[in-house]
């Protein structure tokens, strides 16, 4: 009872802690760390950090230029936050409203005091500023997230999708992500949220297509901690570091994050093409592009791992892909049903409510052959495999229809389905046939028709 007590609360609590840590940590009053700034002027450079230092210790990195055009140029191409030259008693600020207020804010609230010290009027320039309706700069980061989340939950719903193979999944993630991208694209257009960049299509499907390739590969390792592994990597982690508060007011941890998470280099791929011209998006576009090659070579490796356990077991040399079990999300899922192994029961063991034999045309045992258990909608309640006698059992079945569908290598799948009742045992034997044998009788029977 207490192992089964620490293991169900394991996961809501590792998510407790940390959204507790990760959410304040980040937005609890945002401070500049390592903001790049370009002052116009190597000895107006030096008196400018001097001058910040004192203010923020370690907040700003100063960096020298030409003139207050090549200042205002590094704030285009996204080479810095804020570029500042002064001439006389006049001095300007060029700064970036898209990338988010709250940066612009710091910025004009730091140089205004600088200037004032040096009785020089401040005029503040926005190089690259938001549409109307995005006023804060952090809309990107909204449109990040709806793009973000829903790849995962879309991988959580195909790992239950027992009758689609690793690449019918990549397929299918593909073509969701391809749907999502253009609608939340043109309704962000539409209701004036966002520029009208067609670019940024390809920045959501990459996120989507990110998120939801890599869950897909990751699910065989982390097995029940899925959920953990998958709301930590895209809720936890990513949003602190998304962008939503300007990175560069995070702590460094999370600029780290920021640096590496599919939803912070979707949003800076997002800016860059939305209000910057391009600048600075090869480098969230290729680290996106890891992503999906990450995934990519989980489900190639458990690929892998499947066909070398099947020919450790004596399987076939031609191995069909089948799927890992589906990985059940405890949040929204009811307990999963238990698996019995099939042997004489003694007083006070549970008893099964399904059992059965699996055979082959010539009436062998059919050993490790899997067998899914899933009710009328489609959803996996339990899954199992034969043993060497090609026996399975289960119990704690909810009352009611059940699709029982099994499957091996080679040979064609069945399904049978069964009204199970409580105190009933329900029996569901299946005879599996050669998939080239079945082959064989259907052109036989298109050749010579039964009269």
């Not at 609590?13 to 002027?41: E, Y």
């Not at 804010?105 to 140089?111: D, N």
Request: hydrophobic letters at 45%; charged letters at 15%.
């Amino acid at each position: 009872m207490v192992k089964v007590l620490a293991e169900t609360l394991t996961i809501p609590a590792l998510l407790f802690l940390g959204l507790l840590f990760c959410f304040p940590m980040a937005f609890h009053q945002p401070q500049p760390d390592h903001a790049k700034l370009v002052i116009a002027g190597a000895p107006v450079a030096g008196k400018v950090d001097t001058a910040l230092q004192r203010q923020h210790p370690g907040g700003f990195d100063v960096t020298a230029v030409t003139d207050a055009r090549e200042a205002r140029r590094a704030v285009l191409d996204r080479d810095a936050v804020a570029g500042f030259a002064a001439q006389g008693k006049h001095a300007v600020l060029y700064v970036a409203g898209a990338n988010g207020v709250s940066l612009e804010q710091a910025l004009a609230k730091g140089f205004t005091q600088l200037a004032a010290h040096n009785h020089q009027k401040l005029t503040i320039t926005d190089v690259a500023p938001t549409v109307s309706k995005d006023g804060l700069g952090t809309t990107p980061v909204y449109f990040a997230i709806a793009w973000n989340i829903p790849g995962y939950i879309l991988a959580t719903s195909l790992l239950r999708a027992v009758t689609l193979d690793r690449r019918k999944k990549v397929l299918t993630v593909a073509c969701f992500a391809a749907v999502f991208s253009t609608v939340g694209f043109f309704v962000g257009v539409g209701l004036g949220y966002l520029p009208n960049s067609p670019a940024a299509l390809a920045i959501a499907f990459l996120l989507t297509t990110a998120v939801g390739t890599f869950s897909l590969g990751m699910a065989p390792f982390v097995r029940h901690f899925f959920p953990l592994a998958g709301l930590g990597l895209y809720i936890v982690l990513s949003v602190p570091s998304s962008g939503l508060v300007p990175v560069q007011l995070l702590p460094r941890f999370f600029q780290g994050l920021h640096a590496v998470m599919p939803l912070g280099n979707a949003v800076d791929g997002l800016r860059g093409v939305l209000y910057f011209d391009n600048a600075g998006v090869l480098r969230p576009v290729l680290v996106l592009c890891a992503w999906i090659t990450s995934g990519m070579t989980l489900l190639a490796l458990d690929a892998w791992r499947h066909h070398r356990t099947a020919a450790r077991q004596g399987g076939e040399d031609e191995q069909e892909d089948i799927p890992d079990p589906p990985v059940e999300d405890p949040s929204v899922e009811a307990p999963v049903p238990t698996a019995l192994p099939v042997r004489p029961h003694h007083f006070g063991e549970l008893l099964p409510m399904l059992e059965g034999t699996v055979h082959d045309g010539e009436q062998q045992a059919v050993r490790h052959a899997a067998v899914t258990v899933m009710d009328t909608s489609g959803r996996q309640v339990v899954r199992t495999a034969t043993n060497a006698r090609g026996e399975y059992a289960v119990t704690g079945l909810p009352e009611g229809y059940v699709n029982v569908v099994v499957s091996y290598p080679g040979r064609n799948p069945l399904v049978h389905q069964k009204l199970l009742q409580s105190g009933v045992a329900v029996r569901a034997d299946f005879t599996l046939h050669d998939r080239r044998d079945g082959t064989t009788r259907a052109a036989a029977q298109l050749l010579d028709p039964p009269a």
